[in-house]
């Protein structure tokens, strides 16, 4: 899956989306991801939802004569007449404080005492982040589990309906796991190809891995931070990656962008990219991030009128990646990698294998995005199982021969890409 994330609330009313959705799919993407565009509590926020079946009006056309849910549809139609699939934020973890469910069905939300329980999350530092504007759902103690859970089920069918076949599964390791496993079966009677992503960023290991066997399509993980020299990345790739393939980014809706994280250093993001579109079976970037956007994405004060000018222009360096990862199906899966000695350690060296034996590939990545490095190994076939050849199919300068010893010089962030196996017809 190569997801395109089209924040809301940057891209304004849906009528406005089409430049969105074309650039997306020329840029080889194949699903959009939509964030919440449910009508929102009194915070604002895209996540504190106050009604899951009314859609919110700032991405409605005003005075517009057609309904809500068509306005819907229509952008639905035109993404698909791009060859897009639409994805959505299921966010069945809490609700808005405000929502009229905390009155009339009581019984589904966590309480301490009289009151209702807000969610909430322990940054790195211990600190706690309390979410007052939220009301989190009771999956696993309420009396009426039966009844919350049949109220998600109609509303992923009014999502579905809406022409939503994906659904990304907000904070997923919040529920527990048999209601996720009975939710997506009854769905998947009635909609077999529904696609369910399980969002488990701050989770351990181990209970990402508990959530992926949930029944999930993909779950996301955790590239982005890695820093190219621990190991902890690998683990957690290699513990999960026989039970569900996994989803890369650079940067996210939640984070920081990259482009102003490295000092607008255009090279740290075509590294980045190249390596989150590589390294897992799945990728995703949030709208703006092929233009260097700097502005963080905020899901309550982020308004259209904040569209930034192009700052650097990724858009064809992006659909180069993307047509590698379509060519060679080495990079569709979450096959088994290995760190190989690069002599220089300012350059990683990866070896990739498909998990059925469709082929390797090595990628050689330059850490440093500032500075020039040296890529020197003595015989690169040493490195791969099967016989060759190896081919470059790098997106920088490719080369038609690979000598042995190799030694190449790359240039700030570059990477070489080299695969054993032929193009595909």
């Not at 194949?30 to 009006?57: C, E, H, M």
């Not at 699939?85 to 609700?95: A, W």
């Not at 294998?353 to 082929?359: E, L, N, S, T």
């Amino acid at each position: 899956m190569k997801i395109y994330n089209l924040f809301p609330r940057l891209a304004g009313h849906f009528s406005d989306w089409g430049p969105h959705l074309e650039r997306a799919a020329s840029m080889g993407f194949d699903w959009i991801f939509v964030n919440p565009i449910q009508k929102t509590g009194r915070s604002g926020s895209l996540y504190s939802i106050a009604d899951y079946f009314a859609i919110n009006k700032d991405f409605l056309r005003p005075r517009a004569r057609v309904s809500p849910e068509n306005q819907v549809r229509a952008m639905v139609d035109e993404a698909r007449s791009h060859g897009l699939s639409m994805m959505i934020d299921l966010v069945i973890n809490h609700c808005a404080i405000d929502s009229k469910l905390v009155k009339e069905y009581p019984e589904w939300f966590v309480r301490h005492g009289s009151k209702v329980a807000n969610p909430f999350c322990l940054e790195a530092d211990g600190t706690k982040v309390v979410w007052y504007d939220l009301a989190q759902f009771d999956h696993e103690g309420s009396p009426d589990r039966e009844g919350l859970q049949d109220y998600c089920v109609e509303l992923i069918e009014y999502l579905v309906d809406l022409g939503f076949r994906g659904f990304r599964c907000d904070a997923a390791y919040q529920l527990p796991n048999d209601v996720w496993k009975r939710l997506i079966q009854r769905i998947r009677k009635r909609h077999p190809d529904t696609v369910f992503i399980a969002e488990t960023l701050g989770c351990s290991p181990e209970q990402t891995l508990a959530t992926a066997r949930a029944g999930f399509d993909a779950i996301f993980n955790s590239s982005k931070w890695w820093d190219f020299d621990g190991d902890w990345m690998l683990e957690q790739y290699d513990l999960t990656r026989e039970v569900v393939p996994s989803i890369s980014f650079p940067e996210s809706h939640d984070t920081e962008r990259l482009y102003c994280e490295s000092g607008d250093n255009a090279n740290a993001v075509r590294q980045r990219y190249l390596f989150a579109a590589l390294f897992s079976s799945g990728v995703m970037i949030p709208i703006g991030f092929e233009y260097g956007f700097r502005s963080r994405l905020d899901v309550v004060n982020t308004q259209p009128e904040q569209w930034e000018g192009i700052n650097v222009d990724l858009t064809h360096y992006i659909a180069h990646i993307n047509r590698i990862k379509d060519t060679y199906p080495v990079f569709q899966t979450d096959g088994p990698i290995t760190r190989l000695d690069a002599s220089n350690p300012a350059v990683l060296l990866l070896h990739k294998k498909h998990p059925r034996g469709k082929g390797e590939s090595l990628l050689a990545l330059n850490k440093d995005p500032w500075n020039r490095q040296k890529f020197y190994v003595e015989d690169l076939y040493s490195h791969i199982d099967e016989p060759g050849p190896l081919i470059d199919v790098s997106s920088e300068w490719p080369m038609d021969y690979l000598p042995t010893p190799f030694e190449f010089e790359l240039g700030p962030g570059m990477g070489r890409i080299l695969v054993t196996e032929p193009r595909r017809r």
